[in-house]
């Protein structure tokens, strides 16, 4: 049955369909630390590093928070400091 089947066109892969491919807008990232040289990255900082930890704890990568590679390296040294210290938690709060 399945050599009966016709390949299917337009998968998520190829973007086709009846209009062809379509273009999105994709806004370019930037890497908030090299445009704002007087931000600090620091561990006290709490506010600005829970920005760069997900809902579960985890660290957001560089691809979707756009920071450059220097600065995810400095921000990831950054967020074990303060979940050392205990001032972000290591994982999300388990509701039973």
């Keep these: ?19 062809g491919p379509r273009k999105r807008y994709v806004r370019k990232k930037f ?9 600090q990255l620091e561990y ?4 600005m ?3 760069f930890v997900s809902e579960r704890g985890k660290i957001v990568p560089r691809r979707i928070s756009g920071t450059c590679a220097t600065h995810q390296r400095k921000l990831t040294v950054e967020i074990k400091k303060a979940r ?13």
């Excluded at 049955?1 to 209009?19: F, Q, Y």
């Excluded at 006290?44 to 506010?47: E, P």
């Excluded at 001032?87 to 039973?96: C, E, G, K, S």
């Design 1 to 19: 049955m399945a050599a009966m089947m016709r390949p299917r066109s337009g998968g998520p892969r190829e973007g086709g369909g009846p209009g």
């Design 31 to 39: 890497c908030r630390f090299c445009a704002e040289k007087e931000l």
């Design 44 to 47: 006290k900082n709490v506010y």
């Design 49 to 51: 590093i829970k920005q």
């Design 84 to 96: 050392a210290v205990a001032l972000i938690p290591f994982t999300a709060t388990q509701v039973r």
